[in-house]
């Protein structure tokens, strides 16, 4: 059975195809249609997965989308009428959005495809989360925690799954809580505040969370009232979510934390403002987590299991997790390498399998790399036809020594192995990696490459079995930095040591590399470690500032090309900033 699983419409659209109860293929537009976050129809995503896999639309059994796109109408018109005469603005603005695409999904999925109206399905959106959460993890009965910021109506969502001996799986919701009441929201409207787009900015707010004190808290809080059943509701008073797109919060929002950041305005931690930011940062951060580990608790207590599937996109907060895993009781806590909307493509595909179909469990592969292999020849003569130098290694061991070696001098490298990664993260597939030792590489790398904030961590990847030697994990700790869902402190005994990975407040967001699923990334490790004695690595995302994560070997190069990176290598092929005539290049064009 052939079932492709699409996101779209939101933020971050993907695609999936699920064969035979197993992923086979999974990508985000944004990595084809280079245009980051992109939310539109993702053709290229579903085009691409077909392709590749060898599966016409016509062969496919079902096509899932994410949501319900009628109730999430309903819940555009039900709150635009309820804040009626406020809403006035909204209101057609959502109408048109809505209208426009969401509702008319089954429409653009059979003409665009060619796929019968009979084989759409819609699977509610936090179902599709929990199952991306649940059925991808290696569980066979745990809780389940979704939050994100909302989706039909759903903005929280909380229940159990169970994979039986005779394969049959089930999802359970026990409670959800629905807007406008949200974690998700909460976290943007500060996002807002802060001044950093919403949907991409929440990484920034917890970064700067770790410079600031949460002096603000029991204003946060107040703003978070909590119910009896463990859950909350929010004060609509502070509030404007729910009744203009314009802006999130209210008047009494400034009253109680100053004047908002204008977008343009940098952070300057040495005003009174900047700090002042940082301590907002800091409060909804803190409010977040607290509300977030009574919720695990609670679902502890009532469950009585032992593993935590989390998802949904407030599951990208790894500060959050590493508290629910310490506090909230459960042995494991499973994330998801994609908790937010672009999972869900992946989710909806295996919920449309196990659950509508009830066929049974298939034990999925505990990685993220399920989208297009970089090609070295590409890499090869690109770099050639411009100019560089292009070095073939021997063999697999000299690529990498070689590559330890350009490391440990201090280059920074691009590396691209295998197939792209599904989610935000680079774990070691398209990622830029250097020494984790010096402070300056970070600057360097922010400055030449990144083009970003400085007050954003870079995280450390390290081989599993070793990670607790560098950085003190809670049991099930090596799990969640998998694929690098938790902060963690690093041992102060390394900090010196792994300056450029350790963040202002000694935590570092850290990535256990699996040998049996990363051989060539954990083999790099060792290699570096044999040089230096630490096989750590700083490992960030392969991408400047605002551009989607390079896909193909091209998008590597012109990224190589445009920035301080000084050596870039994909298989064997290793390409420095050096021209095949000899002679140093001119500065990088950026
Ligand atoms: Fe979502």
Redesign the pocket.
Known sequence: MKILGVSAHYHDSAAALVVDGVPVRAIQEERLSRRKGDAAFPLAAIEWCLDDAGVAPEDLDAVVFYEKPMLKLERILVTALRAFPRSWRTFPQAMRNTLGEKAWVKGIIASRLGVSPRRILFAE?HRS?AAAAFLTAPTREAAILTA??V?EWTTLSVGRGVKRDDGACAIELLRELRFPHSLGLLYSAFTAFLGFEVNEGEYKVMGLASYGTPRFAEQVRAMVKRTPDGAFALDLRWFEHHTTARRAWSARFVEAFGPPRPPHVPVDLATPDGARWADVAASVQRVLEDVLVDLARALRAETGLRDLCLG??VALNGCANARILREAGFERVLVPPAP??AG?ALGAALYADRIHFGRPDRPVPDHAAWGNVVDPLELERVAREDGLRVEEAEDDRAVLEGVADALARGCLVGWMDGRLELGPRALGNRSILAAPDRAETRDRLNREVKYREEFRPFAPAVPAELAERYFVLPPGGVRLARFMSGVFPVRPEWRARLAAVTHVDGTARVQAVDRETSPRFHALLAAFGRRTGVPVLLNTSFNRAGEPIVARAVEGYSTFRRSGLDLLVAGRCLVSKERAAGGALEEAVS
């Open positions: 959106h989360h994100d910021g989706g949904g996109g937010g909307d869900c």
